[in-house]
């Protein structure tokens, strides 16, 4: 067995017994564009200390939580970077524009499609964020057990749609649905706009300088009118 998958295993294992602490951080936020592609971050951290336990960094702890993360595995260029913040230590990745599919929902966890000029999350709440492992066989994902028993963890879901949300069962904040994993729904839902409204500062601009050319034009008969008159006389 290689040293990385030695680490996965360690991780697996610790986690089981960091479960009852709930010592973890795992927050994902997405953001959709009208050409079917996702662009966003995860947060994956521990409590400070928590890697010195088992011979690692804190953010070492976390890369290797990722690695065993189901979601590692279908994302293509990352940028990984330090996390830190209240009490927490780990990694942030970031992500650019990969294809919807990326993220298509399976039988066991949440996913994202699209319908005509509609963008669906749907899915089980619980497999996105505590997928399954069994002492790093890899099979499963970086949590194990229950994620109710995760009292102080924070594992969270945020995306955010082109346009209007039309139905939701998270909670709603512009275009914006999110989800507490831990004590949300089962299933997770919502509907929202693939694509972005016109921007109403546009259209008053639009408005605006067709008035403007109106009265140009009227202007302009007026002076012309005046002026064959003028001759006349």
């Known amino acids: 067995m290689g040293s990385g998958r030695r680490l996965g295993v360690l991780v697996v294992v610790a986690l089981a017994a960091l479960v009852a602490t709930g010592c973890i951080r795992f927050n994902t936020d997405l953001t959709l ?5 996702v662009s966003g971050s995860f947060v994956v951290a521990v409590k400070e200390g928590t890697g010195d336990e088992y011979g690692m960094s ?5 890369e290797a939580m990722w690695e065993e993360s189901a979601r590692a595995g279908t994302l293509g260029d990352t940028r990984i970077s330090d996390y830190a913040a209240d009490g927490y230590r780990g990694i942030t990745v970031r ?5 919807l599919e990326t993220f298509a929902p399976a039988a066991d966890t949440w996913g994202i499609t699209r319908d005509g000029d509609v963008y669906v999350v749907s899915g089980p709440s619980e497999a996105a964020s505590q997928p399954t492992a069994d002492a790093g066989d890899g099979t499963g994902g970086a949590f194990t057990g229950d994620i109710d028993e995760l009292t102080d963890a924070q594992v969270m879901l945020s995306v955010t749609f082109p346009g209007d949300i039309a139905h939701s069962n998270g909670e709603v904040k512009g275009r914006t649905v999110t989800w507490d994993l831990q004590n949300g729904p089962e299933e997770l839902l919502a509907r929202g706009s693939a694509v972005t409204p016109a921007d109403p500062a546009v259209a008053v601009a639009y408005v605006v300088c067709g008035l403007l050319a109106v009265g140009a034009v009227g202007y302009a008969i007026a002076g012309r009118r005046a002026r064959t008159t003028a001759r006349k006389r």
């Open 33 to 37: 564009s009208e050409d079917n592609t």
């Open 58 to 62: 804190d953010r070492e702890f976390a």
């Open 95 to 99: 992500f650019s524009e990969v294809p």
